[in-house]
């Protein structure tokens, strides 16, 4: 759920850009399929040169992304801030299962589609005093970009949560045929536009498609919109394939 706090962090600019500072580590994750074309594991296509502070599209029309080059003004963006200020166990849901127990906020869905091979996660909470399905279960909690999923070892009381060192995936999903959000790892500080941050977490995914109704939040509008930012091209063109 939360997280130790890294030094650098994320503005929220009005109807503009996220403003990164701190030397966070910028790289594009790609979602890699498994046999069945099921989210199966992340994959990492390239390091961005970033120096101190950069800023990141989030308005989805700038002709540089990932990076801005002042597309919102010129198109009028709307980037009013709309997601809860809720900390995340006051908007998850509950789901009790054999040895673990799993906190879901579906509004933070980034439909990267992680809890679905091998069985819905939700369908093998009961089975996880199995240790081939409490391994699969915990796999794909971890994967989760957007944090919505978070379960607890019930013996312990403690968070099952993957070691996240601070940085910001790109992420594309070729198998969806679209790009996705912005992945925040590590406990990277976001705060919003008028100097408020948001809670402290783990994962989290942020829009930089411009459609999200729970902005500054992915909801995963990107998939229904096809969101498309040439970056996955360019990749293939560079590497011959």
């Not at 010129?74 to 009790?96: L, M, N, S, V, W």
């Not at 994967?143 to 919505?148: D, I, L, M």
Request: aromatic content about 8%; charged content about 30%; overall charge neutral.
């Amino acid at each position: 759920m939360s997280a130790k706090p890294s030094e650098g962090k994320i503005v929220v600019s009005k109807d503009g850009p996220y403003v990164v500072s701190g030397e966070i580590p910028l790289t594009m994750e790609i979602i890699d399929p498994n046999d069945e074309g099921l989210s199966w594991d992340w994959k990492r296509a390239k390091t961005f040169e970033t120096k101190g502070e950069y800023k990141l599209c989030r308005c989805g029309r700038s002709q540089s992304k990932p990076f801005c080059d002042g597309s919102h003004s010129r198109t009028h963006f709307d980037g009013k801030e709309t997601a809860t200020r809720q900390p995340f166990a006051r908007q998850a849901d509950i789901f009790d299962g054999a040895t673990m127990t799993l906190s879901d906020a579906e509004d933070l869905c980034a439909f990267a589609r992680f809890c679905d091979p091998g069985g819905k996660i939700w369908g093998l909470m009961d089975q996880t005093d199995d240790p081939e399905v409490r391994k699969l279960v915990i796999r794909e909690e971890s994967h989760c970009p957007s944090g919505r999923l978070v379960l607890h070892d019930k013996k312990t009381g403690k968070e099952i949560e993957p070691r996240l060192k601070p940085s910001i995936g790109v992420v594309e999903d070729p198998a969806m045929g679209c790009s996705g959000p912005l992945y925040v790892q590590g406990g990277i500080r976001l705060e919003s536009e008028d100097g408020t941050p948001y809670e402290i977490r783990n994962r989290v995914t942020i829009c930089r498609c411009g459609a999200s109704v729970n902005k500054p939040f992915c909801n995963g509008s990107h998939a229904s919109i096809k969101f498309r930012d040439g970056l996955v091209e360019f990749v293939k063109l560079k590497n011959g394939r």
